[in-house]
């Protein structure tokens, strides 16, 4: 069970919840128990699970992630000029594994699962796989 998904992202650095959709993916196929793939297919975008509940946290994410990898740094030879972003996606990562049980994402109380965009504004794709037990 596979499904890919698209999203629009309208600034270069963004966290977007995409939880919501992946709960409905689930609820879709009837999957209860197993694990669910979450991966970005970008070089410059990746996936994480952090906090849902105070927007303060993306804001405070994103701000550290331009601290240690700015944007314009001059030692980058990258031609594209997206150095940074590449660096992000690294450190983030492009993937995450999630638990299902009961036929729902296995999260904490203030976690969400997001699509990080760090070399936007752009039309992106994220893949979920869904491995049942």
Known sequence: MLKQFDVKTDRRDQM???????????EEKGAEEGIVVVSSLHTT??????ENADPDVKTDMLMRLDEV?????P???????????HLKTST???A???IIHGGKLQLGTWQGVY???????RNRKFLVKIIPD
């Open 16 to 26: 977007l919840d995409i939880t919501s959709e992946i709960e409905s993916f689930l």
């Open 45 to 50: 975008a990746g996936i994480t699970v952090n």
């Open 69 to 73: 990898y700015p944007w314009n740094h």
């Open 75 to 85: 030692k980058d030879r990258h031609a594209e000029g997206n150095t940074a972003s």
């Open 92 to 94: 983030v990562g492009h």
């Open 96 to 98: 995450q594994t999630l």
């Open 115 to 121: 699509f990080c965009e760090f070399d936007g504004p």
